[in-house]
């Protein structure tokens, strides 16, 4: 019998990684294979060392050689390997195998799995990190059907070796929450970390699918992953499935609109229509290269402390519909999230934004914490190839038009202002509708808690309906994929 003594707290006993893989060795039913590419033998190396890995491990293979590995899962058509869709071409392939090779009269209780990971850890010349795709297709009994959890990982470690050994860890982990954690995915998501700092890894991306998380919305996986600060954004396509930022910004021109959207109003469309008329105008601006996204921080999805993950979800279906992408940040300041896409491409940003927000850009007491204060700030923000598209308001006390022209900074900041302003940083969208200055979304959702009308034309078309149908904010949620308003306009 444990013993006890008087004061013991209650708290969670990490396995260790032995612990970890033994137990799954010890399981005469967990049998599968291991196909890693790129940073060795590191997850199997863990389930060999535990003992007893011969009744759970089929087979462990490396592809390292690209014509072997071309031969072995078929070649891309973009020519890359540590690729999602290498990852899938690898569960799928593997799997494959042991169903053909191992029987169900031989194995009737045999529950299969297989793990796979396509990785590049850090350059020789470490300018690139390095990152991967991590994955695993498994059963959870005998003849059932196939759950898989995928995810992508970028390393923060700038040694190969560690980087070698932070993968192997993960996949341990991982291997270990899907079989005993998968009951509980917002707690398998934490798991995943046990003997990891986060300065280690960051993963950016997952995606659960199967029987066993046919309930899991990935969105809402998500936001844990920003909320538990495994990585500083997520984001997901108007399909509303979960997609690889990197993927999305990689080399485009992107037009960012920060905001609450709670719920999305016609000034905020009319924003994103008009400074997408502008930006895409400009000389070195491809259309067909440039990305929209609307960005949500974390602190504006708090609601009393906690995150309303109700809340979020609202929003983001209503976003979704009006067919716009959708990222959810860590960010606060504004300068962040230029840094942010600058990891991705080199080419131009906008940000939409009204004239309230710019003046609390010019507020140093959002910059206390940087050496350099807001001086430090507005280098990184305005170094890159930036524009803010500035949408003008009505003076709420005199009903003055504010712009870019006679907005009122804070007295230091008029001469900093002055010069971003001269130099053609910020630009003023003119193309504006007067009659909807007044519409502001906290006092829409005022009305609709309240239950008042009149709040309709407030939005988007289509968008009062889509709130009707599903009850969103505050009224209840039915349990049904939101239609696209463009197609409820169309019905």
């Known amino acids: ?92 392939h593997e799997m494959n195998l042991i169903e053909t090779r191992l029987t169900r009269e031989k194995n009737p209780n045999k529950i299969f799995f297989t793990y796979a990971n396509t990785v590049a850890t850090i350059d020789f010349a470490k300018q690139y990190k390095g990152h991967g795709w991590v994955g695993i297709k498994y059963q959870v009994e005998a003849g059932g059907g196939y759950n898989e959890i995928i995810l992508h990982i970028r390393f923060k470690e700038t040694d190969a070796r560690l980087q070698q050994e932070t993968l192997g860890i993960l996949g341990t982990n991982l291997i270990y929450g899907a079989f005993y954690k998968y009951n509980e995915p917002k707690k398998l998501l934490r798991y995943l970390y046990d003997h990891l700092d986060k300065d280690q890894l960051e993963i950016d991306t997952i995606n659960f699918s199967g029987p066993v998380f046919k309930n899991v919305d990935n969105r809402l996986m998500s936001l844990q992953l920003v909320k538990n600060g495994m990585t500083d954004a997520v984001m997901f396509g108007p399909d509303g499935t979960n997609v690889l930022p990197a993927k999305v910004f990689y080399k485009k021109n992107i037009l960012a609109l920060r905001g609450s959207f709670r719920p999305v109003t016609k000034v905020n469309m009319a924003m994103y229509e008009k400074s997408y008329q502008m930006f895409t105008n400009e000389n070195k601006v491809d259309k067909d290269n440039t990305v929209v996204v609307f960005e949500i921080t974390l602190s504006n999805l708090r609601a009393e402390g906690e995150i309303d993950e109700q809340d979020f979800m609202d929003r983001a279906d209503l976003l979704c519909a009006l067919g716009q992408s959708v990222m959810i940040s860590n960010f606060q300041e504004y300068y962040k999230v230029v840094e942010y896409f600058s990891k991705y491409t080199k080419a131009r940003m906008g940000l939409a934004m009204g004239v309230s927000n710019l003046v609390d850009i010019f507020d140093e007491k959002y910059y206390r914490h940087l050496s350099g204060g807001i001086l430090e700030a507005f280098g990184k923000l305005f170094f890159k190839d930036l524009k803010v598209y500035l949408y003008p308001m009505l003076d709420p006390k005199t009903g003055e038009l504010l712009n870019s022209d006679n907005l009122k900074v804070y007295p230091r900041m008029k001469e900093l202002y002055k010069f971003f302003k001269y130099n053609g940083k910020v630009v003023d969208i003119e193309d504006y509708d007067t009659s909807i200055m007044n519409i502001f979304s906290r006092e829409i959702l005022d009305m609709i808690d309240n239950g008042e009308r009149g709040w309709e034309d407030k939005l988007p078309e289509g968008t009062s309906d889509l709130i009707k149908d599903y009850r969103l904010f505050g009224y209840t949620r039915k349990p049904l994929k939101p239609l696209s308003i463009k197609k409820r306009i169309k019905n």
């Open 1 to 92: 019998m444990e013993i006890t003594i008087k004061g013991d707290k209650e708290f969670d006993d990490v396995p260790s990684l032995k612990s970890k893989a033994l137990r799954i060795n010890l399981n005469e039913n967990i049998y599968g294979t291991f196909a890693e590419i790129g940073a060795g033998q590191e997850t199997c190396r863990h389930f060999f060392r535990a003992g007893g890995a011969s009744g759970t491990i089929a087979k462990a293979m490396s592809a390292y050689d690209k014509d072997f590995s071309d031969a072995i899962y078929g070649a891309e058509e973009d020519g890359r390997y540590v690729t999602e869709a290498r990852l899938r071409k690898m569960l799928i």
